[in-house]
């Protein structure tokens, strides 16, 4: 609306109830509860019997940030039901975005070969836990 992109009186129509939502990583007790609810609508929908989500992935659920929120949580409850070929959700089957840190941005060389070297290094590294 300040930079006149958004018409006011627009809002004043559509502003009527305000409802706040915290994000994902505030609501750790949601993410279980969520997490199951997509894996059985996906596991439906792909016909598929998953037994459950293994104590391990429930683990890396609740611990991850989720800047993406539900949406990156339905996302990944999906993906991991379309690989899973034995009844259970594993970790390996969760891949998440990490965030950045500023030593992961500077480069010291521009030979893509060892740039995506180091690359797969730091992810197996964080999904370690190392």
């Known amino acids: 609306m300040e930079s006149d992109r958004f018409r006011q009186d627009l ?5 009527t109830v305000e409802i706040h939502i915290p994000p994902l990583r505030e609501r750790t007790g949601d ?7 997509f894996m059985n609508q996906y596991a439906k929908k792909y016909k598929k019997h998953i037994a459950k989500i293994s104590s391990q992935a429930a683990f890396k659920l609740n611990h991850y940030t989720w800047p993406g929120n539900v949406r990156e949580l339905q996302h990944a409850l999906e993906r991991a039901v379309i690989m899973c070929e034995d009844g259970y959700t ?25 740039l995506n070297r180091r690359s797969l290094l730091r992810y197996s590294n964080k999904i370690r836990g190392t």
Do not use: C, M, S, W
Not at 31 to 37: E, G
Not at 90 to 114: H, S
């Open 11 to 15: 809002l004043y129509r559509i502003n």
């Open 31 to 37: 993410i279980t509860i969520l997490a199951n609810h």
């Open 90 to 114: 594993r970790t390996g089957r969760f891949l998440f975005r990490f965030p950045r840190k500023q030593e992961d941005v500077a480069i010291d060389t521009y030979n893509l070969d060892e």
